[in-house]
């Protein structure tokens, strides 16, 4: 028992009460939008064998894994000399769990895992925290939830048109009514390299569009003549950056006409928007831009991101259609799509906008004050009432000063307190107080019930 | 990319998404009986410093810990020579965080970090999985959910009663209508040790008794003599775990006055079941008896746990209030009780006595079919209709087979498809398939939403 001040492991955090209701707020909307669309959900272990993570996010995600040390004993079964060789080869030999990283290689292995007992195609959401020993800085923790929706197993657009209606919803639904979802195509990246004559550098290109936002055009083009891209090649990029006509798909047609795998991406996003456009956007702003390219190593078509417009935040969730990765573990490549929202962002966002609601439906919304623990026979029966009606209460446990227990409901931002002594048993008739406006008035039991439902 | 046959680690579990619904419909009855009863959630990391988690547990415990690897060159400030001193000291050197092993010390931890943001009397419900290096066997997992229910600052003995009461009504809500809740006082274990002249031997007394249901009375008795407790004090517990009077307590208490402690329990017992009875039970029998002991390390005042009668599984939900062990990072004893649901016990309880739902709320209830993508400028208003009356629902992605089709809905056990094509467009009229009855019947698409909404 020792008597140090206690503390949490770097970059994590404990949610208390009042971060929590807000935290479920988000949560409960993004997962109803998930199950009207006929998601299902998915859960997978926190720890995963390093044999099916390890390799699938780079040397970097590699070091940034968390490793389980083995049980028991584990030192006795290290071969002599292997700690001569350092930590990275010692690890092998006490380490084969991590925790997991992302959500996107267990949806994989679970595919692989159990073919034939799922339904194809597979319309799964996992919300669970993943874990990444990263530097912590302001907004970046080692322990975080992703909530993440894919369809895995159809090569649809249609499917990804819904991805982008849930995200439409969803933020609708939480009154970010100000957002822009952008829109782009992995082979439309492509066939801007094909076309500006640097096929193989699709990733320096798609890397240095990726910071327009950032840097501007100036930044961008400097970036791309320092990875030996041609002035002549560089300037083709800008001609494709400067789309500014009304038909951009059109004008983007003409420019990319050159590629055959360019005029797909395009064809596609002709398809996708057509889609999208028969379900009827409520509120986002859809933006096709060559300019997005998000991570680029395993999308393979529809890319987007989304952004909080009145926001001073980046994008809140992306994802696009990455048809090569699902199989990793398996014999065949499985078409997928998907996206993740980013749960941390989202809050700061709401919060700066000021957009959570006074009160949450979680929350305790009428305390019982304890006058006299004799009356408690009468006053029990109330609170089960009370509570049958499917309003969250509660009573002071003990008979404290009264100052004593307002302030207990005024912390906890309990909006109303039934004052119950022995005239107000008497008279049938309670004292409600509301605590926001700081009101009162007499009411039964049942006027209360009816009054605050 | 290996191709090799992926897997999970030993004892751990992925949850498809059949489990997850299930899993998923006790969770929410759990959380929102906590909600109704004015508690609040609490989410804590997975990972916790070795400083707060060792010696909470005892050395089986520490042992059963899952330790995370320092990242980064670990080896490099691994001291000389400590290798030689076997796995446990090097573990020390190399590790300083491990995976949750409760839900108690964190939350003990939590009070003793947050002491002034946090508003007592606590009450915080947490639902997270906990790691233990356990040897896997039937029901007994590597990573499990706990789902907590806590009061930590209050001594009121209403809040043993309100909690006895949460288990009432959500075994209620889950339709297991037949259960018994065993209480007993930690005082009156005490109280018996003092009467029977062997004060001290609590502890041996307790995990004998404990084991009533199992071994018999001859089984208690003959463990109790191996203890080397004398034939008069076998002969005195014998008596109270006979007690078979109409009024327990008053028996209980004529056995037991010479103990003060003892006394106290009994009245403890006393006021806990006066203020249950005033809560009225809805399902629940309560009943007191001396033989239920529980583990006993911490344990200070009331105890319980519940048992499903007509079910082939022991206690599925248990706790106690143990006033001495929150403070144990502070400076300060505060006194606390709660207690946990066991939720893979609870799922399978329910699923051996078959009262799963047949629907989940959360699952797809219609399907519309897709014959042809041309008619989807139609179809797409349809599904973004039915999906704002608040009905789960999807479009098969392509126009495959109907057979295809079908057969999916079917898997995925959705109850309704909804068969629109060129006629049923022009006629407004859809075919609507019941996919539980195997009927169909012609309705228009406000008719299909009334109908199953």
Chains 1, 2 share one sequence.
């Not at 912590?136 to 048109?161: N, T």
């Not at 961008?220 to 891209?229: G, I, W, Y």
């Not at 006053?379 to 302030?407: H, T, W």
Request: hydrophobic fraction near 40%; include cysteine; charged fraction near 25%.
């Amino acid at each position: 028992m020792s008597s140090q001040k206690p503390s949490i492991p770097k970059g994590t955090r404990d949610f208390l009460p009042q971060q929590m209701v807000k935290r479920e707020y988000i949560i409960n909307i993004i997962r109803s939008v998930f199950q009207k669309y006929g998601f299902q959900p998915l859960e997978t272990p926190a720890m995963e064998n390093l044999s099916t993570l390890g390799g699938k996010y780079g040397d970097e995600g590699d070091q940034l894994m968390f490793k389980v040390l083995n049980s028991g004993d584990y030192l006795s079964k290290v071969p002599d000399g292997v700690s001569e060789n350092g930590s990275k080869e010692f690890t092998q030999h006490i380490s084969e769990k991590a925790l997991r990283y992302d959500l996107t290689v267990p949806l994989a292995r679970v595919v692989a895992m159990y073919q034939n007992d799922i339904v194809f195609p597979f319309r799964r959401y996992q919300i669970q925290p993943v874990w990444r020993a990263d530097r912590p800085q302001k907004g970046r923790f080692r322990e975080f939830y992703q909530c993440d929706v894919d369809v895995v197993g159809s090569e649809s657009l249609l499917v990804d048109a819904e991805l982008i209606k849930i995200i439409d919803e969803v933020f609708s639904s939480l009154k970010l009514n100000d957002f822009t979802i952008k829109v782009n195509n992995r082979k439309v990246l492509s066939g801007i390299a094909e076309v500006v004559g640097e096929k193989g550098k699709e990733v320096d290109i798609c890397v240095a569009i990726d910071k327009l936002d950032k840097v501007g055009l100036d930044g961008v083009n400097e970036e791309l003549s320092k990875k030996d891209l041609s002035a002549d090649a560089i300037q083709k990029i800008n001609e494709f950056l400067n789309i500014k006509e009304e038909n951009y798909l059109q004008a983007l047609e003409k420019l990319i006409q050159s590629s055959d795998v360019g005029k797909e991406g395009v064809e596609e996003l002709g398809i996708l928007i057509d889609h999208v456009n028969k379900m009827k956007l409520t509120n986002a702003k859809l933006t096709v831009t060559t300019t997005l390219a998000r991570g680029l190593n395993y999308y393979t078509g529809t890319i987007f991101e989304a952004v909080i417009n009145n926001a001073s935040m980046g994008s809140v969730c992306g994802g696009g259609r990455y048809d090569n990765l699902i199989g990793m573990f398996g014999k065949q490549e499985i078409p997928a799509v998907g996206f993740s929202f980013g749960l941390d962002r989202i809050y700061e966002v709401i919060d700066e906008l000021n957009l959570f609601p006074d009160n949450f439906e979680s929350a305790t919304k009428l305390m019982f004050a304890n006058f006299d623990e004799d009356l408690l026979k009468d006053l029990l029966p109330m609170l089960i009432k009370v509570r049958e009606a499917g309003i969250n209460a509660e009573v002071y446990p003990v008979a404290a000063k009264l100052k004593k227990q307002m302030s207990y409901a005024d912390s906890k931002q309990i909006p109303f307190v039934a004052l119950v002594g022995s005239n107000e048993l008497e008279s049938g008739k309670l004292t409600l107080k509301n605590m926001t406006e700081g009101s009162q008035e007499e009411l039964t039991i049942d006027e209360i019930i009816e009054k605050i439902k």
